[in-house]
């Protein structure tokens, strides 16, 4: 059963002393469709910012492959606009699907968020 219903953020935004912009999940599945897309959303509007951005994974117990694509597309747009992109707190069961897909070459991964804000 999710930890989610329509209408609420699945990340909560937050910002450091810095300018880095925080994002945590707030659900612990992230399989649903409709969670998907609204991550899709909230991930595009944080790509705008072209900022540093922490996203923390340390709620997260399921993840669909379809959020693997919009972690790239993310990276990407991030990238784009002069930002850059930390993971952190992905519990081992994740980041077997990083290491397996070989995405843990591409993103820059972190056990904790404050080793991810120190690498800034």
């Known amino acids: 059963m999710s930890d989610w219903s329509p209408g609420k953020p ?15 999940f707030q659900v612990n599945r992230v399989v649903d ?5 609204k ?3 909230e991930l595009a509007a944080i790509a705008q910012t072209g900022r ?9 117990e399921y ?12 990276q990407k747009r991030l990238r784009s ?6 993971l952190c707190g992905i519990r081992p069961q994740i980041y077997e699907i990083f ?5 843990n070459t591409l993103f820059d991964i972190y056990p904790t968020e404050e080793e991810a804000l ?3």
């Open 10 to 24: 699945v990340l909560l935004i937050e910002e450091d002393s810095s300018g880095v912009i925080i994002a945590s």
């Open 81 to 86: 606009n002069g930002g850059e992109l930390r």
């Open 39 to 41: 991550l899709s959303d």
């Open 63 to 74: 993840l669909s492959s379809s959020v693997l694509g919009k972690l790239i597309t993310f």
């Open 99 to 103: 290491e397996i897909t070989r995405l």
């Open 118 to 120: 120190e690498m800034f």
């Open 33 to 37: 469709e409709e969670i998907v897309r």
């Open 52 to 60: 540093k951005v922490v996203l923390n994974f340390s709620r997260v």
